[in-house]
């Protein structure tokens, strides 16, 4: 027998409690100081002799939480086939659609270049016809719409959803849309006509309060977009049940304590239908949220947010936030059979793109053929699957070895890699204990 390498501990000395986690198998244990004394002994010698029998019964549950596991088992293949099974599955086709990347927002942080124009009737036919070849072949299809802001294209969107809709039951294939959009065009018509095609999952970004989500996300003509952007939220959650929103707050040391102001703004009868995700905004060291916040406090104050959300009645789903034991790729962008189709028809696999021609893996031509540019296709597709210093990484289950993009352009895994650990010992504190109240509590009978 001998130890995962994969074993995690989280202390927290005001209890002398400590979280036994690992990170490749998800399993989860609150020891006490007496247990963890023993656990260590294990963990040193699983193959030592100990007559105590309260440690031979620690000795089991540790094999069968796997913290101790047979000589012959590779922790770290495991985890190569487990990505590689995610890269390759053939059974899904990810895509994502830009009907056009114009915008209607000038969002202080934007990294994206806006372009006048979108999908015309060329591409929109070539499309349609490379999904009637596509489609049959899978078992699942997302489809994703995206920009620029989709609703631009708003004529686009019905149309080829409605075209994948009827061509994915005909085939037996299952689906599932999803929207990513500003919010500001969602009126009740265009909701009708999405829901009407099955589209009911979409993303909103509102970045705090009023005050300091208008500073950050505004109209071209410079006006504000909080108010808006709330009525169209709450008009949504309203009209079908089955609406779900994703409020998702980009953040950096200018709104990040402004979070649980938001979250108590909304109405009750809507929040079970509004799940929240606190991203971090990455760039230039002015707006940057790791350029600016030290991970600790990052950490503990997006904790503290889930917790808030999850009390007031929000959706809150923790392994968006780096607790995600079971992992396949980092994101969408490793899959194989996952495509990012730009209004002109060029094909990309990363959305945090300036969709420059010379970065594009393909693009379609007018009889719906996929011709893969193979130069950027097989740089993309055959890198190694992870960096040298992910190999020794004990959070490596849970990230999957970064983004992709930014190993292919800067030979690095990327800011994310400072975020992992911090987060992962504030949220393993929210499960194990059930939230941060309940921490507060310990530490306070503890003294």
Known sequence: MKTSYYN??????????????????????????????????????????FSESKITSIRQTLIDQKNIIMDDIDELEIIRQRKLAGIRDENRLDLIIMPTLDCNFACTYCYETHKPGKMDSRVEDALKAWLNDQVPRFKFVMLHWFGGEPLLGFQQVIAITRHLQELARRSGVEYVFHMTTNGYLLSEKSILALNDCDLFDFQITIDGTATTHDAMRLLKNGQGTFQRLFTNIVRAARIDRRNKITLR?????????????????????????????????FGSCEVSATGNLSSQEISQATANDY???????????LVGSGLNPGKTVYCYAERTNQYIINYTGDVYKCSVSRFEPEKRVGTLTST??????????????????????????????????????TRLEKHGTGSFCALVPTNTSYLLKQVAFGNLDQVILRQVQSK
């Not at 006490?32 to 010698?45: G, V, W």
């Not at 980009?250 to 606190?278: A, C, G, K």
């Open 8 to 49: 995690i501990c989280v202390d927290n000395p005001d209890t002398k409690e400590t979280i036994l986690f690992n990170s490749l198998y998800g399993s989860l244990t609150v020891c006490t100081t007496r247990e963890m004394a023993s656990i260590n002994k294990l963990l040193a010698d699983p193959n030592g002799e």
């Open 368 to 405: 719906g053929k996929l011709i893969h540019e193979q130069q950027n296709w097989d740089a993309w597709k055959d890198m190694d699957l992870f960096e040298t210093q992910c190999n020794s990484c004990v959070f490596l289950p849970l990230c999957m070895g970064g983004c992709r993009k």
């Open 249 to 281: 707050v980009n953040y950096n040391h200018q709104n990040l304590h402004t979070i649980p102001q938001l979250l108590e703004s909304f109405p009750d009868d809507i929040r079970s239908q509004l799940r929240v995700t606190f991203e971090p905004i």
């Open 307 to 317: 917790r808030i959300a999850k009390n007031l009645g929000y959706d809150v789903v």
